[in-house]
C-alpha cells in the first residue's frame, strides 16, 4: 500500500489566511496550550506524591495545587482549541488520516478527560470541605485516578502527533487494524519506541514547568500563607527543576538518537542550529534563576515566565521538525490562498477577547490570594 494514497488530496478552497498567519498561530496556540497542560500533566502525579509526604509545606503546595487544577484545566482545554483549529485547516491533509486510524483512542479523549476533570473536582471539592488529612478513601483515590487518566490522555496525544508526522508508517497499521479499503480505527502506536521516548521528554519538560510553577506559587499566589510556606517553594523549585531537566535531557537524547538520519542533520544543520541548540538549552534560563534567586522573593514570576518562553522555543522547533518529517510526502505551505477576511476577522476578535477575559481571571484570582497580605487577614 502507497502511504500517498491514504494522504487527502488538497482542499480546492485553499487556505482562509496566509501561511504564515496559521503557522504562527497554531505554534503560539501549542504555547499557550503547553503551560497548563504541563501543570496537569505532570503537576497531577507530582501533587499526589508531595500529598504523601511528612514536610507540611510540601503538602500545603499538594493541596494548594489541586485547589487550583479546576481552573487550570479550563484554560487550558479552552486554549488547545486554538492550535486545534489551526492544526486542522494546515494539517488536515494527515491530521484526519491519522486520527482515523486510530479512531477508537482519539475518540475517547473526550470521555477520559471528562472523568481526569470531575475527578480532579471531587478531590479539590473535598479539600475545601473537609481538608486533605479527612479526605475519604474515594476522594483520594479520585486524586489518583485523574493524575493516571491524564498521563493516560497524553499517551494518546503522543500517538496521534507521532503517526501524524509519519505517514510511511500509515500503510502497516491501516493492514494490521483493518480490511481491504477498511480501518477499524483500532491502530496505536504503543509498539514504536519513538513514543516511550518522545513521551519521557515531554514528561521531563512538563515536569520543569511545574517546578517553575512551585516559585510562582509562592512568589505570586500565595499571599496568605506563612513565610515558611513561602520560603519552602524558593528552596524546593530549584531541586525539582534540576531533576526534571535530567528526564528531560535523558528523554530528548533517546528521543533524538531514533532520529532518522536526514532529520538529524536537518534539525542541527545551517540556520536551524543556533535555533535549535536555544531550544535544547531554553530549560536552562528558567533553572538559572530559580537557583539564583533562591532568596529573591520575585524570582518565581522571572522563573515562570522564562519557562514560557522555553516552552514557545519547543513549540517553533517542534513544528519545523513536523515540516520536515512531512516534506516526502506533501508541502504543507503550498495550497493555494483563497483569502476569508470574515472567518479571520472573527478569529482575531474572540481571540483578543478570550484571552482578555482570561488574563482579567487570572488577575482577580492574583488580587484575591495577595488581599491577605495587604490587609493583614
Ligand atoms: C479538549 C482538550 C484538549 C485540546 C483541544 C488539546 C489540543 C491539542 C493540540 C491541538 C495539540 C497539538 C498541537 C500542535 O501540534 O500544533 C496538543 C498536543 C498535546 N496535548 Fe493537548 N489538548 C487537549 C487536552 C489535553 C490533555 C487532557 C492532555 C493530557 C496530558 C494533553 C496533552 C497533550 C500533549 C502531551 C500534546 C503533545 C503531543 C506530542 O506532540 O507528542 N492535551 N493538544
Not at 293 to 300: F, Q, S
Request: hydrophobic share 55%; charged share 10%; proline share 5%.
Amino acid at each position: 500500500m502507497d502511504p500517498n494514497g491514504l494522504i487527502a488530496p488538497v482542499n480546492e478552497l485553499g487556505y482562509p489566511a496566509p501561511f504564515w498567519f496559521l503557522i504562527f498561530f497554531r505554534v503560539l496556540g501549542f504555547t499557550l496550550h503547553l503551560l497548563p497542560m504541563n501543570l496537569w500533566y505532570a503537576g497531577t502525579i507530582t501533587a499526589m506524591l508531595l500529598g504523601l509526604s511528612r514536610v507540611p509545606e510540601a503538602r500545603r503546595f499538594s493541596a494548594r495545587l489541586m485547589s487550583q487544577m479546576p481552573f487550570i484545566i479550563a484554560f487550558g482545554v479552552n486554549l488547545g482549541i486554538v492550535p486545534l483549529l489551526f492544526l486542522q485547516v494546515m494539517g488536515y491533509r494527515v491530521f484526519y488520516s491519522a486520527t482515523i486510524l486510530m479512531a477508537w483512542q482519539w475518540l475517547s479523549v473526550i470521555a477520559l478527560l471528562c472523568l481526569a476533570y470531575y475527578g480532579v473536582y471531587i478531590y479539590a471539592v473535598g479539600l475545601r470541605t473537609v481538608g486533605m488529612d479527612a479526605l475519604a478513601r474515594w476522594q483520594r483515590a479520585s486524586g489518583w485516578l485523574s493524575a493516571l487518566l491524564f498521563i493516560v490522555i497524553a499517551v494518546i496525544f503522543h500517538s496521534a502527533m507521532l503517526t501524524m508526522a509519519e505517514p510511511g508508517s500509515w500503510p502497516a497499521l491501516a493492514e494490521q487494524s483493518g480490511r481491504a479499503a477498511a480501518v477499524y480505527g483500532t491502530a496505536h502506536a504503543l509498539g514504536n519506541t519513538a513514543l516511550w521516548t518522545r513521551m519521557l521528554f515531554f514528561l521531563g519538560l512538563a515536569m520543569t514547568t511545574t517546578a517553575a510553577y512551585v516559585a510562582f506559587d509562592g512568589a505570586v499566589l500565595a499571599g496568605r500563607e506563612s513565610s515558611e510556606y513561602r520560603s519552602w517553594t524558593r528552596g524546593f523549585a530549584p531541586k525539582f527543576y534540576t531533576f526534571a531537566v535530567l528526564v528531560y535531557a535523558g528523554g530528548g537524547l533517546l528521543y533524538a538518537a531514533g532520529w532518522e538520519p536526514g532529520l538529524r542533520e536537518y534539525m542541527s544543520s545551517g540556520s536551524l542550529l543556533p535555533l535549535n541548540l536555544l531550544t535544547v538549552l531554553g530549560p536552562g534560563l528558567p533553572l538559572l534563576i530559580l537557583w539564583l534567586g533562591r532568596n529573591v522573593p520575585a524570582a518565581g514570576l522571572w522563573a515562570l515566565i522564562a519557562q514560557f518562553l522555553a516552552l514557545g522555543l519547543q513549540a517553533v522547533s517542534r513544528q519545523l521538525m513536523q515540516n520536515q518529517q512531512l516534506a516526502p510526502y506533501l508541502d504543507i505551505a503550498a495550497d493555494p490562498l483563497k483569502m476569508q477576511i470574515g472567518p479571520l476577522a472573527m478569529f482575531l476578535v474572540s481571540f483578543v477577547a478570550g484571552l482578555g477575559v482570561l488574563g482579567w481571571i487570572i488577575a482577580r484570582l492574583v488580587e484575591a490570594n495577595r488581599k491577605g497580605v495587604v490587609s493583614g487577614e
